[in-house]
């Protein structure tokens, strides 16, 4: 049985992750920003309020977790803002930064005592952060900050190798959550469930011999 801790667990793939975790076996650690009651109430091990733009927040997390080994980090919080229609809201946009590009990274530097070797990271991203993949532009706010949390994950897999730590860039897919309602125009959804299933198996191919990877969670592999 693995330990494994979600972030951004509230709803939709985080949700979806541990629920998924906990049924085959697993103990799974939900990290919610809000309370997670629906999660409690499904009998998992939740962390309230846990946001990933506060570390102390996260080092709040970090005290009540010392004593137990964290074997699976997948670090899912995100958050998504369109951009403006006349002109960009940089404020908004420096918020998405904060959020999915510095929060995968607050919360790996401040978990990593509780891991050790053999211990696996997954950043869930988005292929809209890749550079070669942008052929339609527009969501300038949150291409880079997914550009930019590949960049952070690719750092973290060249300094915690020597650490026995394998760490690996997620594409969740096209999924149905609260989230994806704002984009628009799109079709083709996947169920959050379906995402679970398929980041858990990339997961679970992850080892200390991988290399830097962007993989889609059907096992694709994106280019940066």
């Known amino acids: 049985m693995a330990t494994v801790l979600v972030t951004g667990a509230d709803r939709g793939i985080g949700a979806a992750l541990v629920r998924a975790y906990q049924e085959r076996g697993d103990h799974a650690i939900a990290c919610c920003l809000g309370d997670g009651a629906d999660l409690v109430a499904a009998g998992l091990h939740v962390e309230p309020h846990v946001d990933v733009t506060s570390l102390g927040t996260l080092k709040g997390l970090r005290r009540r977790l010392a ?106 897919g096209q999924v149905a959550t609260a989230m994806t309602r704002k984009l628009g125009g799109l079709t083709g959804f996947i169920t959050p469930e379906e995402s679970a299933a398929g980041l858990i198996a990339r997961l679970d191919e992850l080892g200390p011999e991988t290399p830097p990877e962007f993989r889609h969670m059907d096992g694709t592999l994106l280019p940066w």
């Open 67 to 172: 004593n137990m080994r964290i074997d699976v980090l997948v670090s899912n919080a995100g958050a998504y803002v369109a951009d403006g229609d006349q002109e960009f809201n940089y404020q908004a946009m420096l918020e998405l930064y904060n959020v999915n590009a510095l929060g995968p990274l607050r919360a790996v530097q401040t978990l990593l005592p509780c891991m050790d070797r053999g211990g696996k990271i997954g950043i869930v991203t988005s292929r809209v952060g890749s550079l070669a993949d942008n052929r339609s532009g527009g969501m300038y706010g949150y291409r880079a900050s997914k550009a930019a949390a590949n960049i952070i994950g690719i750092n973290l897999y060249h300094d915690l190798k020597p650490k026995g730590i394998a760490v690996m860039l997620l594409h969740p």
